[in-house]
């Protein structure tokens, strides 16, 4: 009867002292760790939940009505301090983001947010950074405005996202063309823009914009031509019409010396796009236009509406 009340207690012991080790097997054995029969050290950033450089962006709603403002947070996580882009105090709204709306086939067109801005004569340069200290968090909005043409307009119906730009780095004078300043992109979640019944003049004047937007583009393209064929005696051949819109182009790269600030990229690419045919001698440029009842297009279909210019228009008479 003694043996196995004693055989009990050294059984009770070893059970006790188990649960102990597993209670604090961290502290037991801190410097290692056993893995499939390996030793590995214990990775100690991996208790941290928060890394170096970790900004979150976030909408205060997934869903958006034509008359509401995008609210955005921005959470700096990260262990480090980050320095964000701001818009000079001319402007309207201080931090400086972009905008991307979703097309198809997961592509998404990137719109900028700051046109007015820049447009009435503030430079670029202008913008400068602050400092985001780690863990501080701050609030912008978008008020839905973007550029088209010549001027702004409200954004369509559809899906968005807020792409925001941040730096390691402060950015001065001496780095500002270095490679420390180049922006990194940072991108909220999705949000919707719905369409409202109420704002169907905003859908109509949109439709304008982006035509003026294409037309203003062809003519720069057309220079772009121009000054091509004064240097190499020709136009870019493309006896079948080439996408201007595809960064893979041949005719597009040949162009990418020849024009300033010349945006290929029509404003509902992959659905519109533009186009290029020449023999040499002779060039013809062409964009799809939305608006159907424009007075300078060629009504192809009954939904499909084309505008041209070629080597032989005179620019000058549609500007």
């Given at each position: 009867m003694h043996i196995k009340k004693v055989i009990t207690i050294i059984i009770l012991f070893f059970i006790f002292a188990a649960v102990l080790i597993f209670m604090f097997r961290d502290k037991i054995f801190s410097n290692g760790r056993i893995v499939n029969n390996e030793t590995k050290q214990e990775d100690l950033s991996k208790k941290d939940p928060t890394q170096d450089?970790?900004?979150?962006v976030k909408t205060d709603k997934t869903i958006y009505n034509q008359n509401e403002p995008v609210n955005i947070s921005i959470m700096n996580k990260g262990k480090n301090d980050v320095w964000?882009?701001?818009?000079?105090?001319?402007?309207?709204r201080e931090l400086y983001f972009s905008v991307q709306k979703y097309v198809k086939d997961d592509y998404w067109m990137t719109l900028s947010t700051w046109y007015s801005c820049f447009s009435s004569g503030v430079d670029f340069n202008s913008i400068e950074t602050k400092k985001i200290n780690s863990q501080e968090d701050i609030e912008s909005f978008w008020d839905k405005k973007i550029p088209f043409g010549y001027d702004e307009a409200y954004a369509e119906s559809g899906i968005y996202k807020i792409v925001l730009h941040y730096s390691k780095n402060e950015i001065t004078e001496d780095n500002r063309d270095g490679e420390s300043s180049i922006p990194i992109d940072v991108f909220s979640n999705e949000f919707e823009i719905k369409p409202s019944s109420e704002n169907s003049y905003v859908s109509d004047q949109l439709k304008i914009e982006h035509d003026i937007m294409r037309k203003s583009s062809l003519r720069r393209i057309k220079s772009a031509l121009e000054a091509y064929a004064n240097n190499?005696?020709?136009y870019p051949i493309s006896n079948e019409i080439s996408k201007l819109n595809n960064g893979s182009s041949k005719i597009r790269k040949e162009l990418m010396g020849y024009f300033g600030s010349t945006d290929f990229q029509d404003p509902k690419y992959p659905e519109f796009y533009y186009g290029y045919k020449s023999d040499g001698t002779?060039?013809?440029?062409?964009?799809?236009?939305?608006?159907?009842?424009?007075?300078?297009?060629?009504?192809?279909?009954?939904?499909?509406?084309?505008?041209?210019?070629?080597?032989k228009d005179d620019t000058s008479k549609r500007e």
């Open positions: 450089y970790l900004i979150e964000l882009f701001f818009l000079p105090k001319q402007c309207e190499n005696g020709g002779y060039f013809e440029l062409s964009a799809r236009l939305e608006n159907l009842n424009d007075e300078e297009c060629e009504l192809v279909k009954s939904n499909l509406c084309i505008y041209k210019i070629d080597s």
